[in-house]
């Protein structure tokens, strides 16, 4: 049983040198990306001056759990949270995610960009509670493991891209969204998500009977092909080439971020070297195999438990989804501490298909009169302004701005600061904006309204340049001053 055991495991780690190898230089680069986006926008979202202060976010976590702060809210913030230290943390995850690039000191590379990121995800508050926050994060962690070599963490890599792809097609046949399940998802999705690309525009105009079978594509590649990933080469590669071209598609279409390029990237693991070899120098071939590590006792025993404790969290989280009964005592502690650390995720975007797309436009005045429309970066705003591309870029407050509009302010919100620090004319906070309407001095007034966006069709393009047009639906945020009965209370 031990020898066959050996040889099974050390099939799959012999034929994955390669994979491996330019996994771990392409998580480098979404890493990098990953640190350099969140960089120049850390203090206008979570600095001093920003939007949500994490000084006061980490006041107010360690007033409520003492001494518990720390497993309640893992980071490094703790030690120092000034917007110095908050850009040298991003610095150092570009340095070691290089360090990675360059195949210098590995693993340590490794842990320090899973422990800086999650530094920063754990405090970033509204602006990094994203899917692919957290698939970085577990797929960041199970690479620490794959430094020694094992085979097992190579299975556990493809049961993580076979669970997210299987999750993001279950999430949308479990919400019974009728969108989904008679086909006319993407009639809606190129126009009302997030921020599209220049390619969204024209795959709005394509015709509805192409939707619909571009629909059933997702649903064959979501809940049928996730299996092909434990089967023989044949399938798997069928399901690697099912795997990009769906990704391949959305990031034609969508900016999001480093988030399919990293679904991309676990489908490495699909391949074994005989693949990834044929596209490879032959220099660079030879000298990867030179690197080979042959896992030990150890690294075959830590990678076997965390496998075994992936698989019971799955089996808890379907479990609690089905019973709806609460887990036993140790169970949902362990749950918990895993959670905290995103080394466990449930994944599953576009559950419900947003049908319609809603827009704020925030403008500020000096005499409540005359209304000058502040522009963000990349979210629609002007009419004939041109669908751009930011992958692997994501312009946080630009989502925000999205998921706002969904539905109605909140009080004590991002966005009730987003007005005060308006007002207040923070720098920090102006440097997310693309127009600054106000650059001399801050308005005296502040408003924000809502209207549906929609595109034009071709020939009103043709005709008049421009993209979109909108239609008036009312106030989204009153017309606010600095001596609103709302900021006094902030002052």
């Not at 780690?13 to 979404?30: H, K, T, Y």
Request: charged content about 15%; glycine content about 6%; proline content about 5%.
């Amino acid at each position: 049983m031990q020898l066959f055991s050996e040889i099974y495991w050390n099939r799959y780690s012999s034929n994955s040198i390669i994979p491996g190898w330019v996994f771990l230089r392409g998580l480098a680069l979404v890493y990098f990306s990953a640190f350099v986006s969140i960089s120049v926008q850390i203090e206008g979202l979570i600095g001093a001056n920003g939007l949500l202060p994490v000084n006061r976010h980490l006041t107010l976590i360690e007033q409520f759990y003492q001494q518990q702060r720390f497993w309640h809210t893992p980071t490094v913030f703790w030690i120092n949270a000034a917007d110095t230290m908050l850009s040298f943390i991003c610095y150092a995850g570009m340095a070691a995610a290089c360090l990675l690039l360059l195949n210098v000191f590995t693993r340590a590379a490794l842990i320090v960009c899973y422990v800086l990121y999650l530094s920063i995800v754990n405090v970033g508050q509204d602006f990094t509670h994203f899917q692919w926050d957290v698939l970085l994060l577990e797929v960041g962690f199970l690479a620490i493991f794959l430094t020694w070599g094992s085979s097992i963490i190579i299975l556990l890599l493809r049961f993580l891209l076979a669970r997210f792809m299987f999750m993001s097609g279950v999430v949308k046949i479990a919400s019974g969204d009728p969108n989904w399940a008679n086909l006319n998802a993407l009639k809606f999705h190129y126009e009302t998500q997030p921020l599209p690309t220049p390619v969204a525009y024209y795959a709005h105009h394509l015709p509805d009977w192409l939707h619909k079978v571009s629909v059933g594509g997702v649903f064959f590649i979501e809940l049928v092909v996730p299996f092909f990933v434990f089967l023989p080469r044949p399938f798997r590669l069928f399901a690697c080439c099912s795997f990009i071209l769906l990704q391949g598609s959305i990031i034609l279409t969508g900016n999001y971020n480093f988030f399919n390029i990293l679904v991309i990237l676990l489908c490495l693991f699909l391949l074994e070297d005989r693949d990834v070899e044929k596209i490879l120098p032959h220099q660079l071939s030879a000298f990867i195999q030179q690197k080979k590590v042959v896992p030990g006792y150890i690294a075959h025993t830590v990678a076997g438990i965390w496998g075994s404790l992936v698989i019971l969290l799955c089996a808890s989280q379907i479990w609690l989804y089905h019973a709806r009964m609460p887990l036993f005592g140790p169970m949902k502690s362990l749950l918990g501490t895993i959670s905290t650390f995103s080394l466990v995720n449930n994944y599953g975007p576009f559950a419900v298909m947003t049908t319609k797309r809603n827009e704020i436009i925030v403008q500020g005045s000096n005499d409540g009169q005359y209304w000058l429309d502040y522009e963000f970066k990349y979210k629609p705003g002007k009419l004939n302004r041109e669908l751009g591309w930011n992958i692997p870029h994501q312009p946080r407050l630009d989502w925000q701005m999205w998921f706002a509009a969904l539905g109605p302010p909140r009080k004590g919100s991002w966005f009730d600061s987003l007005v005060n620090k308006l007002l207040q004319g923070s720098p920090e906070v102006l440097s997310l904006l693309d127009e600054n309407p106000f650059a001399d001095k801050p308005p005296r007034y502040i408003r924000a309204l809502l209207y549906h966006y929609s595109y034009t069709s071709l020939e009103q393009r043709e005709n008049n340049g421009q993209i979109w047009q909108r239609q008036y639906q009312g106030i989204y945020w009153p017309v606010s001053s600095i001596n609103s009965q709302v900021f006094q209370e902030r002052r």
